[in-house]
């Protein structure tokens, strides 16, 4: 039996925003989210199956509004 997940998925998934607003999409890397996020790279992986399905997730839970204010600076 594994271990409980030891982050919520919406921690997550803000942590990795604020980590895409300031370097970009292609400009992190998947080390540095694994150490800004706090988990496992496999653990990350567990959660939302690659680097796109990451960003992919979190689009889909925020609202459209705050999509476009809080991701805007990432397509730098």
């Given at each position: 039996m594994?271990?409980?997940?030891q982050y919520e998925r919406t921690e997550l998934l803000d942590r990795a925003v604020e980590l895409f607003r300031h370097q970009?999409?292609?400009?992190?890397s998947?080390?540095?989210l694994v150490a800004e996020l706090g988990v496992y790279r496999k653990s990350m992986y567990a959660e939302v199956g690659s680097?796109?399905?990451?960003?992919?997730a979190a689009l889909e839970r925020d609202s459209p509004a705050h999509r476009t204010r809080e991701l805007a600076p990432c397509e730098a």
């Amino acid at each position: 039996m594994g271990r409980a997940k030891q982050y919520e998925r919406t921690e997550l998934l803000d942590r990795a925003v604020e980590l895409f607003r300031h370097q970009g999409f292609n400009g992190t890397s998947t080390a540095e989210l694994v150490a800004e996020l706090g988990v496992y790279r496999k653990s990350m992986y567990a959660e939302v199956g690659s680097i796109p399905g990451l960003v992919e997730a979190a689009l889909e839970r925020d609202s459209p509004a705050h999509r476009t204010r809080e991701l805007a600076p990432c397509e730098a």
